[in-house]
């Protein structure tokens, strides 16, 4: 699990539990509950779960408290504590429809083989106005068979992610992947939450058919790295397939040019270069991805001063706008971003981490033999796909010193990349 953003507030343990422990009418202005609780996922101790059953077990109604609640199902889910599953347990019939949500999935990462629990999970299937969708990621998650009927009523749902869950659900409990391709579908779905909840149901159903399609999904490239990723681990060590199989569906996500994917939307009309450049802020990235295709094919010469302008001015403060720019800077082998991109390849803010990804393959873009020390120093770093990016940049600049350094990377993917540049 990637926890760089868990420890984002300065609190000891002690001190967040006695803020959860305040009665909700008792908390003072600068302390805040929820934030308390969301910090405990840090201390994996028996005082934090204890808290955090506490807290669960206090029933104030009011809305804050109402989201406590729910985020120490949440919590205690992450921490996956056994015990707490007897106070978890009478959530499940509560009216508030997230507190139900938060428990079932709580419960499935906790795990249970208890039949009674399980059977009041699929209940809820036949309760108005629940998430199908976690309920039903839930049970077969935990292999429950007697479940199928029940799943297998949503597979017609007018509700893609339920849809999705419910086909994928039923591929795991019976291993009949027939209807998977109504999922693969979905990635081309136009509602951009439809095509990540279909890639995370590709995953758990293992279809490894549907990588190619993963990395032409427009999506986040986190989204399409991890299914990827998780489809490759699995295909590998099921002796499916093997890492040349997998590298170039992994090489051209990484770099994530928009000509290699299949974008879902288009232009009316030729678009001006205020317009799109205000699409590069869009929290679509299928509107991202589409405005920065017609950057590259239409505006060439005008589109790289003003990116650098709006970089200035918002982009570097806007994680999802500094990912394009930065690549944008890249195709568009802007010179005078240089110092710009550097920046950013050593950027170590946790919500600017895909831009170092960016900025590395933009430094490859350009060409300027002057990044490789910098390239370098990113191959120490943690991030797999930081290394691997980097990799791509130092083949792209003809300078492979330093690759030996992670031949025996802990990642197999970092470390097969650099063997093979090697041999």
């Known amino acids: 699990m990637d926890k760089r953003f868990f420890k984002l507030f300065d609190l000891t343990e002690e001190q967040a539990i006695a803020i959860l422990d305040t009665p909700p009418d008792q908390v003072s202005e600068n302390d805040s509950r929820y934030i308390a609780v969301s910090h405990l996922v840090n ?16 029933t104030d109604p009011s809305l804050d408290n109402r989201i406590v609640r729910r985020k120490s199902l949440e919590t205690l889910g992450r921490l996956r504590e056994s015990q707490a599953l007897p106070f978890i347990r009478p959530c499940l019939a509560e009216q508030d429809k997230f507190t139900v949500e938060n428990a079932v999935w709580a419960i ?19 309760t108005p106005r629940q998430n199908y969708r976690v309920i039903i990621q839930t049970l077969a998650k935990l292999g429950y068979q007697p479940a199928l009927d029940a799943i297998r009523s ?63 999904c427009p999506v986040s490239l986190v989204f399409r790295l991890r299914g990827i990723r998780c489809l490759a681990e699995a295909g590998i060590a099921a002796g499916r397939f093997s890492f040349a199989d997998i590298q170039p ?18 232009y009316d009309r030729p ?3 205020p317009f799109l450049i205000h699409d590069l802020y869009d929290t679509d990235f299928g509107r991202c991805y589409l405005a920065s295709k017609a950057l590259i094919q239409d505006h ?53 981490q895909k831009s170092r990804t960016a900025a590395a393959i933009a430094l490859g873009e350009l060409g300027d033999h ?37 031949v025996d990377d802990q990642d197999w993917l970092v470390s097969a990349k650099a063997t093979q540049l090697l041999s």
């Not at 204890?50 to 669960?56: D, E, F, S, V």
């Not at 970089?311 to 800077?329: N, R």
């Not at 120093?377 to 943690?382: A, I």
Request: overall charge negative; glycine content about 4%; hydrophobic content about 45%.
């Open 249 to 266: 569906d992994v090489e051209r996500t990484l770099r994530d040019h928009p000509t290699d994917l299949h974008l879902v939307s288009t």
């Open 271 to 273: 678009s001006e270069l």
């Open 108 to 126: 499935g990462e906790i795990g249970t083989e208890d039949a009674e629990l399980l059977d009041e999970i699929t209940a809820l299937l036949a």
């Open 300 to 352: 060439a010469q005008a589109a790289p001063e003003s990116l650098l302008a709006t970089y200035h001015e918002e982009a570097c403060t806007d994680y999802g706008a500094h990912f394009h720019v930065i690549k944008l800077f890249g195709w568009l082998q802007y010179a005078p971003a240089y110092d710009v991109i550097i920046e950013a390849l050593h950027n170590h803010q946790p919500q600017f």
């Open 43 to 58: 201390f994996p101790t028996e005082q934090t779960t204890q808290a955090l059953i506490r807290a669960l077990q206090q």
């Open 370 to 406: 002057r990044a490789v020390s910098d390239l370098q120093v990113c191959l120490d770093s943690p991030i797999w796909d930081l290394k691997y990016a980097t990799l791509m940049a130092l083949q792209k600049l003809g300078d492979l010193s330093g690759v030996e350094q992670v």
């Open 154 to 216: 949503f597979v017609d749902y007018p509700e893609p992610p339920v849809m999705s869950a419910a086909i994928a659900s039923i591929a795991r409990l019976t291993g009949d992947s027939a209807q998977m391709d109504q999922v693969t579908v979905l990635l081309q779905h136009p509602n951009v939450m439809a095509r990540r909840l279909a890639i995370q149901d590709l995953m758990d159903a293992r279809y490894y058919d549907a990588i190619s399609a993963i990395a032409q």
